[in-house]
């Protein structure tokens, strides 16, 4: 099946504080996302990204190299 995954990653600083909930999770979201060992580790799993506008996805999948 197809999973939809939905984050909010980004640097949280005191403007976003005062504009946004989400800033809890965002820098770990964005540690997690740009970790190099994440796509052989979600291979390992068999779990496949697929984007069609996403830079940060082709990035992590191989798309476009």
Same mark, same amino acid.
Request: proline content about 10%; charged content about 35%.
């Given at each position: 099946g197809t999973v !939809? =995954?939905?984050?909010?990653?980004g640097y949280v600083d005191d403007a976003l504080r005062q504009r946004s909930a989400l800033v809890e999770t965002? !820098? +770990?979201? =964005?540690?997690? =996302?740009?970790?190099?060992r994440l796509p052989e580790r979600l291979a390992s +799993?068999?779990?496949v990204l697929e984007s069609r506008s996403l830079p940060l996805a082709g990035a992590l999948t191989g798309i476009g190299r």
């Open positions: !939809e =995954l939905m984050c909010h990653p965002r !820098e +770990r979201e =964005l540690a997690t =996302l740009c970790d190099p +799993r068999g779990i």
